[in-house]
Nanobody
Framework: QVQLAESGGGLVQAGGSLQLTCAAS????????LGWYRRAPGKERELVAV???????NYGDSVKGRFTISRDNARNTVYLQMDSLKPEDTAVYYCYARGYPFDHWGQGTQVTVSS
């Protein structure tokens, strides 16, 4: 089993920055990607960013150029640096691990951007 521990959410003003951290533990050899999704009130879950262990990354269109995902392989940890935050970035952010035989999700951390 894989456990995902998230941290770093909070309240920030528009234009500000936050960094989210997700540390994976347990059977981490069964996962090949770590990343983040988010769900805003009344909206469906959407991709924020994913880092694949083979080296590539994927970003959602709404965060390209503002958010950066990075990974510390030794610590099985992924970071999401969020800059130029907008009120529409307000959501619960969920850490995601693509694994075998199934994916894993964190409990979520709230990010609120005030205008």
């Amino acid at each position: 089993q894989v456990q995902l521990a998230e941290s770093g959410g909070g309240l920030v003003q528009a234009g500000g920055s936050l960094q989210l951290t997700c540390a994976a533990s347990g059977t981490t050899w069964l996962i090949d990607a770590l990343g983040w999704y988010r769900r805003a009130p009344g909206k469906e879950r959407e991709l924020v960013a994913v880092s694949f262990f083979r080296g590539s990354t994927n970003y959602g269109d709404s965060v390209k150029g503002r958010f950066t995902i990075s990974r510390d392989n030794a610590r099985n940890t992924v970071y999401l640096q969020m800059d130029s935050l907008k009120p529409e970035d307000t959501a619960v952010y969920y850490c995601y691990a693509r694994g075998y035989p199934f994916d894993h999700w964190g409990q979520g951390t709230q990010v609120t951007v005030s205008s």
